[in-house]
C-alpha cells in the first residue's frame, strides 16, 4: 500500500479525517510526491492548572525544531471515544487517568499515578482498524504541553500476521507550562515489555503500525498533567 494512503486510513482508524491530514490537495500530493521520491531513493478543562490556552507564540527552540512533516492525528478533531485508559489496575495498581478535551482544541492527558500495590503507571492509547506503512518517514514529532515530567510515546506493530505483544517506546522530557515539539526518530524507539526493555530489541518495523499511545510511569508519582496538539510523522 502506498505509505501516503496508509496514512490517510490510519489517520481515519484514530478518528482524524482527510482535511486534518492535509489542508489542500495539493500539498497531499506534494507530501505523496515526496514520499516515493525518499522511498526510491531508500528502497473535562486541565483543572486548576494554570496552562496557556494557545502555543502560537510557543515555537519549538533551534536545536529542537521539527523537520518537514505531515500531521498524523490533529487532537482538536479527535473525540475521547477513540482513545483507551489503560492504568496499573491491570496489575492490582491503583492509578488514574483520563483523556480531555481543552476547549483550545488540544487534548489533555491528565491523573495521578500511585506506587502503591506496585503500581506506577498511567496511559492513554488508541488503535487503528488497519496497520499503517510508515516505512517512508524517519520518525514522528508530537506537540506537548509539559508539567515538567517524563513520558513515552509507544507504538505497536502488526508482525507475522499479529500485533505485537511487546510495545515500542522513546521518551521525551517536558517544561512545565511551556508548549514544545518533540522530534522522535523511528531509530530511538526500543522494545518494552511490562516495564522492561528486551534483551534481543527487536527492530521496528516502521511498515505495520497499529496502535499509538502515551504513557508516565518510572515512579513518578503524584498528579500529572499533559496537553498533546498533534501527532505527525516526518521525513
Known sequence: MNSFIALIVLAMSFGSTFSEFGSTSGEAKAASSEIKSASSETGSTPGNASVPTSD????????????????????????????QILNDNVMGGVSRSAMEMHADGFAVFRGMVSLRNNGGFASMRTQARNPADLSGFEG?????????????????TVKNGRVTWYAYESRFSTTPGVWETHTLPFSDFRAVYRGSYLRENPPLNTDALIELGFMIKDGQEGPFQLGIRTVSVYW
Open 56 to 83: 502560537s507564540n510557543n515555537h519549538p527552540s533551534s536545536e529542537n525544531a521539527a523537520p518537514a512533516e505531515v500531521t498524523l492525528i490533529d487532537f482538536s478533531n479527535t473525540e475521547p471515544a477513540f482513545w
Open 140 to 156: 514522528i514529532t508530537v506537540r506537548v504541553l509539559g508539567d515538567g515530567k517524563t513520558y513515552s510515546l509507544r507504538l505497536k
